[in-house]
């Protein structure tokens, strides 16, 4: 190790690469990285786009990694912080031919005030006072601008170019937000009703007041308040992954799914994660994205608390789910679209999102398919599309699970060298996968083993060679037939852990003690606070009207399911017809009516019964970047509500239209009794739709539902009273206030004054009397259950969300 020199000061060195010298003063700081605005630029691709930092500390000089890829040497080893002065050797990105860095002794040293005035005038045009709380802003800790804040003054920050501060970042809101000067001289902070919400130290706030150090996030830039300036940091998308001490345990902790997993992930690294079934890949996906936070541990977003500010970090997350999240009739281009405008403030126009889905497009290679419907696509190209999705509002960081399942060989390697590029272009990108055919492409492997324990962090090249095997398949074998070995410890144990895993720095936790020495385990951090549940998007009416159009277009484009919808209510109608003849007789008038009510609840039941299932994956991710809950579950209702309702009226009509409904001379209750009946089969099937979104939303498998639909039939046509008596017969007779058809039955029954049609005790029923009240009942049962099934349908959709969702 390079001694310290013996002065106050840290040494003028001279820093001499393969393209040149570069004099460094103790009065600043030297970044080196790919990125073109680094002090110390080297053009290489072992290299990360922010690698490491050189600064003065007192009377030496620092060099300290920032989570690279490929790691950082100082004479001859990995470090992470290490003292350096004349004589030191930097390697960059590899120990033996990376890019080579040496210091030497400036010839003639100046006095140090002359030194940090000469750094300070360098610097004037572009000043950068160090930010009193550095983790809130993570590695982006030298502004990417820097503007003075006049006292008594309003500072308007938003997209719109007439802002006093520009953000172009279309997930921010044209006036977003004010920076507000008090009388007294402090500040504060207003949220100007924008889209995406504006947050103070990662907490969403309407209006509160900034302090200095305080941390202002809107978009995908933080704000800082240091003196009078006002300093933007922008999150590029370079950012780093730190996991610590991540435990998850179900069973009252009797069954153990993560078992303090810890591991770095540089900046713009591709990471691969496998393990057999069962070693808790699902869960740490769950744990890393923030929508089911570990029990213990954390996850640090570039330095930042993730379960702390997961509000405002969420998104800069993406996350593409195993099955797809598009609706597949949809084309690629209006499938995006849609995505954008739910992503998007309301206030972003046409052209601009058309702009931005456009880019995507083209970035994922899909030009050619963007007018194909998804479901005419092969299983690669559908997994592009999903990634084009999230890649919509630009996130740091892309999870993706289990992409290439199902695929074959050649697509899945055309998937994986598709996350190699979205890595290379300034993204940091995590794959969960069964498959080991291209882990080549990736930067780091994490095997985890039964349990949830890591069995290895490293280069894939490495992995087979330290279990000792020659194939993957005989690792997994071998994971599964020796579970009782000790992988984990193994591990630990190692070098390669020394070098990959144990080398990154431990952040200070909120709350917690210092963190231990690079090279050794942390002490356990304590268990993460509960995540404030993301806001709910601000703006209902513009949810509700994109999901009501995308959801019409899907149905629109599904030419199976229109001519279901256009055929059933004639065919059912037909049936009406045939059995009633031309009036109501003894002999036709209760199986005319039962076919109303069969047919009523067919078209509404068969119309949601595998709408909520078949979209659950797409319901999950969109809450998850804050779609209203309401907001979707009303759409549904407006789009097969209006279908459900002119299904009825087409069959009622085709039905009973030129049939004599009644005894010669009767009237209906209120209305003539075609109107009241086909208001009846409207509201019956308007309930039975809501019965079906309801066992839509109970069941787990789409496969289900045509066998719950029949059984739905058969329980109207029991429990109707058109077969038999159900007045007075305990239990069963409660049971029936539960089916709408009871209900409908008697409303289309008090109509037609059934009693004096057919005489007798079936219709001796108080619900079938021809009076006002009674209807008046039974069609306002019909819209209590219509009221009670929405609601319970609401509260089952909340089982399907994202744990942080659930509130």
Known sequence: MVQRPGADTAPELVLETARGSTDMSPGRTYHVGRDPLCEICLDDARVSWHHAVLRPEGDHWTVEDEDSTNGTWADGRRVHAWTVGPGSELRFGSALDGPRVVLSARATARPARAATARAAARTSARPAAPVPHPERTGTFRRPTSVRPVPARTTLRIGRDPGSDLVVEDLVVSRRHAELRSLPDGSYEIADLSSHNGTFLNGVRVDRAPVAEGDIVGIGHSAFCLVGDQLQEYVDTGEVSLDVQDLAVAVDHGRKTLLDHVSFPVGASCLLAVVGPSGAGKSTLLGALTGLRPADHGSVLYDGRDLYRDYAELRGRIGLVPQDDILHAQLTVRRALGYAAELRFPQDTGKAERRARVEEVIGELGLGQRADQPIHTLSGGQRKRVSVALELLTKPSLLFLDEP?????????????????????????????????????????????????????????????????????????????????????????????????????????????????????????????????????????????????????????????????????????????????????????????????????????????????????????????????????LMSKVVVLGTITVAQAVVLTLVGLFGVRLGPPGSTGVFLPPLAEITLAVALLSFTAMMLGLLVSALVGKEEVTMPLLVLLAIVQVVFCGALLRLDGVPVIEQLAWLVPSRWALGAMAGTVDLRRIVPGPLTDDPLFAHSAGVWLLNVGMLVALSVLFGVLVARLLRRHEPAVMRK
Request: aromatic share 8%; net charge positive; proline share 9%.
């Open 404 to 632: 290439t399942s199902g695929l074959d060989p050649g697509m899945d390697r055309s998937v994986m060298h598709m996350l190699r590029g979205l890595a290379d272009d300034g993204r940091t990108v995590i794959v969960v996968t069964h498959s080991v055919l291209s882990l080549d492409v990736c930067d780091r492997l994490l095997v985890l083993a039964p349990g949830g324990r890591v069995a290895w962090y490293g280069p894939p090249a490495d992995a087979l060679g330290f279990f000792g095997f020659d194939q993957w398949p005989e690792a997994f074998e071998a994971f599964e037939n020796e579970r009782d070995r000790d992988w984990a410890g193994r591990y630990a144990a190692s070098p390669q852990y020394r070098t990959y895993a144990a080398a990154a720095p431990r952040t200070p936790l909120p709350g917690g003690g210092a963190p231990g020495p690079a090279g050794t385990a942390p002490a356990a951090p304590p268990a993460p606070p509960a995540p404030p549940a993301p806001p709910k998007a601000q703006s209902w009416g513009s949810q509700l009207s994109t999901l009501v159009r995308r959801y019409a277009a899907a149905l629109g484009a599904d030419r199976t399911f229109l001519s279901i919808m256009v055929a059933l209510p004639f065919v059912m109608g037909a049936m009406a017809r045939a059995l009633a003849g031309s009036a109501f007789t003894r002999e036709t008038a209760i199986n005319a009516l039962l076919i109303l009510c069969v047919g009523g609840v067919l078209t509404g039941a068969a119309n949601a019964v595998r709408e909520l299932v078949k979209e659950r994956a797409i319901y999950r991710r969109e809450r998850a970047v804050g779609l209203s809950r309401s907001a979707y």
